[in-house]
């Protein structure tokens, strides 16, 4: 048997974007396969196996015996098939266009936390699942992206951030000096059904409090979230705060003597309010333990829209209303009163929570909860650290994105920049690269033409990038050491000395 030719023996060679040539093995004429012009994916098929075929081939026509053809090591076949060239489902890719309406946002979640005074700090998009897992029976168990790595560890996606900030404060002990103020933007991953505004990818701000038991911790993070709307456009006729605390659902459940254990399931369920039937509720708040009387009790709480109701049913010495009212008190201080509005079904469905929780709506009612928080005391113990009086929020970037395009608030966008150089002849590129490089160093951004192309194209590709500048460098300007700089808006034209380009 010939040997076989040198493309066969480097299957690296056949992934050329040229077309693909393939001997046979019988004959050394190539055969000319175009390959597709969409993407690609490569499945392996060993030469040994074609090897064997051939070899079983030749004993069916000679009659057994010889020499086996396989090779080794063993070069490999392709066969070419297309890709699905989406990004998974629930997932986002972000183009310019999008990249830029992203970066939008997320200034601004960066500069109101620096008006509110926070620091920035971020954490492993992978976490261990344990951190994930403690809190038994929550839906955001079952969403989890999880699995083993290489290492035989139990790892996952962060589904949220307050975990991981709850591990890296206990890491960090006392060398933290409290309160603490701090503020993060990152990505999140939760295998959940899509609607819209949820995706199964999202990137969420969190503005954490820590070491600061009082009520102006909730008042000072819900003024925050009202400070971003305002900047955005968006006012109190668009969006309200229903606003409650955990300590109302406690008194009414010590009432009926339910066990403390059971407080963080009956949460869960109540949070599924807005979900599903109320009779699926009810059904299983009583497979969690609480009888029919108490189930309607809860029920009646649960639809006081009135903080002043409120207190005639569970009487003003209460925590629960004490909080409140100081609460609203604060808002008012902050100029956010006519943002808020007590609603006792608001729970949130995390375990955590311990005291004044609140959520952020959309008053037209289209979309699911912008953002929510509240108090989280006790959460460092469920991970084995000291408690530490704390509070947060979370804000997603979908929904907030589909409540300004609903308002018409989203900003136009495009791409800018203030200079665009091109060299009128090849042999100018190099000066073309000093000018560029000059005015870069002064911090100006400039758009390098990198070829050689007609001055048409170049004002085309002016205009698509909203350059303020068109620099041309041409020989008979660049004999006197000058270059002509064009403002575009204004049309004046003047040549320049490299030397006082600004």
Known sequence: MPPLPSPLLNPRLSLSLKPLLIFSQSSLAPREFQIPRQLVSVKRRTFSSLASEHSSDNRGRSGGGGRSGALSPSPVAEEIQRIDVNPPKGTRDFPPE????????FNHFREVSRLFGF??????VLESEALFIRKAGEEIRDQLYCFEDRGNRRVAL???LT???ARLVIQKGKSLSLPLKW????QCWRYERMTRGRRREHYQWNMDILGVPEVTAEAELIASIVTFFKRTGITESDVGFKVSSRKVLQEVLRCYSVPENLFGKVCIVIDKIEKIPIDEIKRELNVTGL???AIEELFQVLSIKSLTKLEEILGGAGEAI?????LFSLAEKFGCSEWIQFDASVVRGLAYYTGIIFECFDRDGKLRAICGGGRYDRLLSTFGGDNVPACGFGFGDAVIVELLKEKGLLPELSLEVDNIVCALDRDLQGVAAIVATKLREKGQSVDLVLESR???WVFKRAARTNAQRLILVGNTEWQKGMVVVKVLSSGEQNEIKLDELE
């Open 163 to 165: 975990p991981s900030l």
């Open 183 to 186: 503020f993060a933007i990152g």
């Open 454 to 456: 007609p001055l048409k």
């Open 158 to 160: 962060r589904p949220e």
């Open 322 to 326: 004490a909080d409140l009212k100081q």
């Open 119 to 124: 620091e920035e700090v971020d954490y492993p």
């Open 291 to 293: 009888s029919e009387e």
């Open 98 to 105: 999008d990249m830029r309406l992203r970066k939008w946002l």
